[in-house]
């Protein structure tokens, strides 16, 4: 088997096995080795988005309510407002109209940032994806 092998390299054929094996070699690509996300990125820091209007808003906050015509919980001051949301159901002071002590309802009382703390164990019923 050897002495044919040497006749059919002499002739100039090469084995088809090797051209496999470099096809493979010169397609092999290295590992590339993933960050870890929570170390490096810090996700949602601060929601701006709203997810009634679908807009970017300063005044995006969390709201726990009972309302039936929508299923957004993240809800910027002017949808709140449209939507008569009382401001007892808001969650959050995040925004940075909140931070700022800027933050201001037209429907019904305002309550202070002091007063609102946010509830750990509460958790959204929708998606919680917040910036998009």
Known sequence: ??????????A??????????????ENHREEIKKKKLTEEIIHQGQRNFCEECQQVRPD????????????AEWICVKCADKLKLADTTRQTAQSDTSIKKMFRREHGATRPASE????PTAKPKGDANGNR
Not at 1 to 10: E, H, R, T, V
Not at 12 to 25: C, E, F, N, R, S
């Open 12 to 25: 100039g054929l090469k084995a088809t096995v090797d051209a496999k094996v470099a096809a493979k070699a």
């Open 116 to 119: 609102i703390k946010s509830q």
């Open 1 to 10: 088997m050897s002495i044919m092998k040497d006749a059919l390299l002499k």
């Open 60 to 71: 995006v906050e969390l709201y726990y309510h009972n309302n039936p015509t929508t299923e």
